[in-house]
């Protein structure tokens, strides 16, 4: 999260490369906000639901909201705030928001500086809606739940989620390669030793996020949480893997893009581990042929792209910087609601 917080890094380039979520995830959280976990594809995964009362459309607040782009997706209730500790990140965030309403009313949205963990300008229960997206991993949730407890409604939700390694689902071969490349301990080809603590909880799907009662005094105060992979077989959802009474959820996929060789390199460029490794690494490209380890990286999966359409069948083939590309991306999800 510190890197994010640095002049240096490029809110822009992080905005433009990044995934966009689809409509199709709001909508499920919008449906889980209104039937809890009656929602979810098995309506007996929890007994709780039936305790909840109707709730309510006000507010929706997105703790560690970068550049906004969950943030405009709150537009069904009245007032969203977004609150983001880095200056860059809420800055590009209000550009985003005018930019995407042009001359409409934008006084639906406001951003706060602060951390996740301090919400001191929210009242008591005063919000209906708490979400994040890719940021929860950051978060002290010993701090965290207690104020998300204090400030929800009755009947308020909580939605948090994050997406993991990605893949290229035109080419299973080359994911060992992308692991290395996000996991590795090789600090000549891998960012596995500058990524900031807390990337091992998205990696593990947040089943290090601790259940509420596990931290709030008042123990019924929220319900368990409901732990959702959206991640087809990527992963494979297990009690035995996730601190909830709740059985995880495992649904098909709905993070992708379809982008080009040359747009992943451009994602790699928003990796605050790579940021962090540039900064250690100075003249990486000049002593590298003048081939940046994000470059090197392509390279060597655009080979082996290659290696896996000849054994498909297709001998003569040089895959291009422009060639179309699918990326894809599973996500963990993790929600609850106040009792």
């Known amino acids: 999260m510190a890197t994010f917080a640095k002049t240096s890094f490029s809110a822009a380039v992080y905005a433009a490369s990044r995934p966009t979520y689809p409509k199709a995830l709001f909508q499920f959280i919008f449906d889980y906000h209104e039937r809890g976990s009656a929602a979810l594809p098995s309506a007996a995964k929890s007994s ?20 906004g782009q969950a ?6 209730f009245k007032r969203v705030i977004g609150v983001e500790p880095s200056k860059v990140m809420v800055e590009k965030a209000k550009s985003q928001v005018s930019t995407l309403l042009g001359d409409a009313d934008t006084s639906q949205f406001e951003f706060v500086q602060t951390s996740a963990e301090n919400l001191v300008f929210l009242e008591d229960e005063s919000v209906d809606l708490v979400i994040s997206a890719q940021a929860a991993h950051w978060f002290d949730w010993n701090k ?92 494979e959802a297990s009690p035995s893997v996730s601190p909830s009474p709740n059985a995880p959820t495992t649904l098909p996929v709905i993070l992708r893009s379809q982008t080009t060789w040359n747009g992943l390199l451009g994602y790699f460029h928003t990796f605050s581990s790579l940021h962090t ?31 896996e359409l000849k054994k498909m069948g297709q001998e003569k083939v040089t895959v291009q910087g422009e060639d179309k590309l699918i990326v894809e991306w599973p996500i963990a999800m993790v929600l609850a609601k106040k009792l």
């Open 71 to 76: 943030t405009t997706e709150l537009h069904p």
């Open 48 to 67: 709780s639901s039936s305790h909840i009362l109707r709730p309510r459309w006000n507010v929706a607040v997105d703790l560690g909201c970068g550049t």
């Open 277 to 307: 490794y540039l900064e250690q690494h100075p003249n990486d490209a000049v002593d590298n042929g003048g081939r940046s380890l994000p470059e090197r990286t392509l390279s060597k999966l655009m080979e082996g792209a290659e290696e």
């Open 144 to 235: 965290q739940w207690p104020e998300i407890a204090r400030v929800l409604k009755p009947s308020g939700t909580v939605a948090f989620w994050t997406y993991s390694e990605f893949r290229l689902p035109q080419y299973p071969s080359l994911t060992p390669l992308i692991t290395h490349y996000l996991q590795g301990k090789d600090p000549d080809t891998s960012l596995g030793l500058y990524w900031e603590p807390g990337r091992t909880i998205v990696e593990r799907h947040l089943v290090d996020v601790p259940e509420p009662k596990q931290v709030l005094e008042s123990k019924d105060i929220m319900t368990d949480t409901d732990r959702v992979y959206l991640s087809g077989e990527y992963h």
